[in-house]
C-alpha cells in the first residue's frame, strides 16, 4: 500500500476565465478549487447559465490525496474527446482537490476528434497555467475523548507536542479535536497510548 504523502497541490482559487479559439469555435476554460463532489454541479450550472449558446461544457475533476476519486465528463462530445484531455492536465499539473472546466461554442468548422482532444487539452492547460497554485500540508483530525481528572495530562501532552487544538467541548465530560500533520501522527499517537482513560477517535 503507498504511503499518502504529506503535502498535496492544489489552487489558492478559483481562474480567471481563459479564451482558446480554434477554428471559429470558442473554448473557455476556468479551473476552481472544490473539496467535494457536491460542489460540482453547481459550478457547472452556473457555467452553462453564463455561456448559454455553448453546445457543450466538458469537465474532469479530482478530490482527495491518499485516496483519489475522479471523474472526466464528454458532455455530448465525441467518447474521450473533451474530459480526458481536461483530466490529463490536471495530472500532468499534479494538482488534486480541483475542478476544470471547458465550455465549447461551435464555430461552424468540425474539428474531427484530434482537433477536439487538442483544444480541449489547451484550454485545460491555459485555465491552469492562469491559476495560482499552492503546497497544501495534509492535516489529519483526532478527536480526544475523556474526563476532567485527565485534563492536566491531556493538556501538558498537547503543549509537549505543539498540537494544534481545533475544537474542544467542556461539558460533563471533555472532547478536543486536533489537527496534526500526518508526519507527526505516529508520534501523537505513542505519546497518548500511556493514558489509558483517554479515547482518541480519527474524524478523516
Not at 453546445?55 to 479530482?62: E, K
Not at 491531556?154 to 500533520?181: F, H, N, P, Y
Not at 505516529?186 to 493514558?195: A, E, I, N, V, Y
Request: net charge positive.
Amino acid at each position: 500500500m503507498a504511503e499518502t504523502p504529506d503535502t498535496y497541490k492544489t489552487l489558492l482559487k478559483p481562474s480567471l476565465e481563459i479564451l482558446f479559439k480554434e477554428k471559429k469555435s470558442k473554448f473557455y476554460g476556468y479551473a476552481f478549487p472544490v473539496l467535494s463532489e457536491d460542489e460540482v454541479k453547481p459550478i457547472l450550472e452556473a457555467l452553462k447559465k453564463k455561456h448559454h449558446t455553448a453546445n457543450h461544457v466538458c469537465y474532469a475533476w479530482q478530490i482527495g490525496v491518499g485516496e483519489i476519486r475522479y471523474r472526466a465528463n464528454d458532455d455530448g462530445e465525441p467518447n474521450n474527446s473533451a474530459g480526458m484531455p481536461i483530466y490529463g492536465q490536471i495530472q500532468s499539473f499534479e494538482v488534486t482537490n480541483v475542478l476544470v472546466a471547458v465550455a465549447r461554442i461551435f464555430g461552424g468548422t468540425k474539428l474531427g476528434v484530434g482537433g477536439l482532444i487538442s483544444a480541449y487539452r489547451e484550454a485545460a492547460k491555459m485555465a491552469l497555467e492562469a491559476s495560482k497554485i499552492v503546497k497544501r500540508t495534509l492535516r489529519l483530525q483526532y478527536r480526544l475523548d475523556f474526563e476532567y481528572a485527565e485534563m492536566n495530562a491531556v493538556m501538558a501532552t498537547i503543549k509537549r507536542l505543539r498540537l494544534e487544538i481545533s475544537s474542544q467541548e467542556m461539558g460533563v465530560d471533555c472532547s478536543i479535536v486536533l489537527s496534526v500533520d500526518t508526519k507527526n501522527e505516529s508520534k501523537m499517537l505513542d505519546s497518548f497510548s500511556p493514558l489509558h482513560k483517554v479515547k482518541i477517535t480519527k474524524l478523516n
